[in-house]
């Protein structure tokens, strides 16, 4: 008898420790953070959408982040439309974007993030559309055929794509500080995936010095 309270005392303890590891991996898993977007910067033969090689953009996309993501080859030519003249030809600069010509691209809701500065500081203004009756009639952005980072944010499923801007947009403080705010002026596109396609979820164009 005392050899079986012995060998049942020792399946207890032996339960007992499983249990306690167990609660401790759970603790660590929950304790850690949620992971952080992954960011693929292009190489220089790849960052001009306009020129570069659809299917090189898409492999490199789909070495980077693993498991590889649905669609990339429909949101390269979805960036693509958005970036690049729509009537094909090469376009290199930094151009007004209508937002209202890429209504069947656009999915619900979609966020405007303003960066405005004042006395020195930054501050962030976000407009969401629910639907296209809310949009503005005019509504447009500048952006270009070049892409500065690529990021890929797994919790909220999100392709991030970044245009920096291009040459200067001309300005009332003069030629240098216009050139200045050009160099460090961009626009985030925001995508996200509705019944299978990317489309573009959010717009953020950032007016403000960023170097």
């Known amino acids: ?5 012995r060998s049942a005392l020792c399946c207890a303890m032996a339960l007992a420790a499983l249990a306690a590891a167990g609660n401790a991996a759970g603790a660590r898993a929950t304790a850690q953070p949620a992971p952080a977007p992954q960011a693929l910067l292009l190489p ?4 001009n959408v306009c020129e570069a090689d659809p299917q ?11 498991p590889s993501l649905n669609s990339l080859d429909q949101w390269t030519q979805l960036v693509r439309s958005f970036s ?3 009537s094909g030809q090469r376009d290199l600069g930094w151009h007004r974007v209508p937002l209202r010509a890429y209504e069947s ?3 619900y809701p979609l966020t405007w993030v303003e960066v405005e500065t004042r006395d020195g500081r930054a501050r962030r203004k976000v407009k969401t559309y629910y639907s296209a009756a809310q949009l503005p009639p005019k509504i447009d952005f ?4 070049r892409i500065d980072e690529i990021r890929y944010d797994k919790r909220l499923r999100r392709i991030d794509a970044r245009f920096p801007a291009a040459g ?5 403080n003069g030629a240098a500080s216009a050139a200045a705010a050009a160099q460090c002026a961009y626009t985030t596109l ?15 164009p950032n007016l403000s010095p960023r170097c």
């Open 1 to 5: 008898m005392k050899q079986l309270a």
């Open 44 to 47: 220089a033969e790849l960052s």
């Open 56 to 66: 090189a953009l898409q492999l490199a996309m789909a070495r980077h982040w693993r």
């Open 84 to 86: 690049c003249d729509l």
């Open 105 to 107: 691209a656009i999915r």
């Open 142 to 145: 500048w952006v270009g055929g």
């Open 168 to 172: 200067s947009r001309g300005g009332s």
């Open 190 to 204: 925001q995508f996200r995936q509705q019944n299978g396609l990317w489309l573009l979820s959010g717009v953020e």
